[in-house]
């Protein structure tokens, strides 16, 4: 057989390939709710817990459910657990009277799904690892999975389906990963969400991550999960960046930090504008740190 012969027929064998791997992809379940069952996992001390409720729901409003002491993880363990919902993005709380069982505590967010035992499927054909099996809670069952480049995220289902009030502005979730595992983690992320790429900036302001005088890659995602920014960088951070878990939008950028701050919480990084946005980070009471944007003026 000749070469050239040899060769076509080894690129049409990848074609082939690749076109079967779309199709697996293409035909995973769509497990996804709705993007008001996105919930940011954050974790307060006890003593902090009240200040984080009141601080939080004064800066964007909404309110708490009632807190209740329950154990949340598949091992021997105790916490307060309320959901904080407001109309810019819900918070999942939680104050830990005893130690945290691994991996607890290093998920991102609880995002809703239709079906446990589809979902999980579904995310392992996309090409993430099941770091907890779904397990049974309070209300519900529960997994943790890992993305590529070190994702975590929790999936939820409730015995009772749950029906949330849409946002008014959909909050992102902030991801930061390495250029070696950037296409990965949103080639599997995309596959499981069957969500889209709205914008990928190869030459994104450095000032959002903290660094002016540089450029990085940032990319933008949407699916019924909700909305996603990914940060690519070499993890040369300055603090702030890297620790806030959830970006959330707000109408009047500097009304909403004067609520902050009257509240308890702390500006990080002053108000500065990039891509179209007035932008600023804030820590909260217990430590939680949130990049807040608005849109700017004429932007």
């Keep these: 057989m000749r070469k050239a012969s040899v060769l076509s027929i080894f690129a049409l064998s990848l074609s082939l390939l690749a076109a079967s791997a779309g199709a697996r992809e293409s035909a995973l379940p769509h497990v996804a709710v709705a993007p008001q069952y996105d919930t940011t996992h954050v974790y307060v001390d006890p003593a902090d817990v009240d200040r984080f409720v009141q601080s939080f729901t004064a800066t964007f409003g909404g309110q708490s459910t009632k807190q209740v002491v329950v154990q949340v993880t598949p091992t021997p363990s105790q916490t307060s657990s309320q959901l904080l919902q407001t109309p810019a993005g819900t918070v999942s709380l939680f104050g830990f009277r005893t130690p945290i069982p691994y991996p607890f505590g290093a998920e991102r967010t609880g995002y809703l799904v239709k079906d446990?035992?589809?979902?999980?499927?579904?995310?392992?054909?996309?090409?993430?690892?099941?770091?907890?099996?779904?397990?049974?809670?309070?209300?519900?069952?529960?997994?943790?999975?890992?993305?590529?480049?070190?994702?975590?995220?929790?999936l939820y289902w409730h015995t009772t389906a749950p029906n949330y009030k849409a946002f008014g502005t959909v909050p992102e979730n902030r991801v930061y990963v390495s250029p070696d595992r950037a296409d990965a983690f949103v080639h599997a992320f995309l596959a499981f969400s069957h969500g889209k790429v709205v914008s990928d900036d190869k030459q994104a302001p450095g000032v959002e991550i903290g660094r002016a005088s540089d450029r990085f890659r940032r990319i933008r995602i949407e699916s019924d999960f909700g909305k996603m920014s990914v940060q690519v960088t070499d993890g040369l951070l300055p603090w702030p960046y890297g620790r806030e878990m959830s970006g959330y939008e707000v109408a009047d950028l500097a009304a909403?930090?004067?609520?902050?701050?009257?509240?308890?919480?702390?500006?990080?990084?002053?108000?500065?504008?990039?891509?179209?946005?007035?932008?600023?980070?804030v820590s909260f009471p217990g430590g939680y740190i949130a990049e807040i944007h608005a849109a700017a003026k004429g932007g």
């Design 256 to 281: 909403t930090l004067a609520k902050a701050t009257a509240s308890g919480a702390k500006v990080l990084v002053e108000p500065y504008e990039a891509d179209g946005r007035r932008i600023a980070m």
């Design 116 to 154: 446990m035992d589809v979902a999980i499927r579904a995310a392992r054909a996309a090409g993430a690892d099941v770091l907890v099996a779904p397990f049974p809670d309070p209300i519900g069952r529960d997994a943790v999975i890992q993305w590529p480049g070190g994702v975590n995220m929790q």
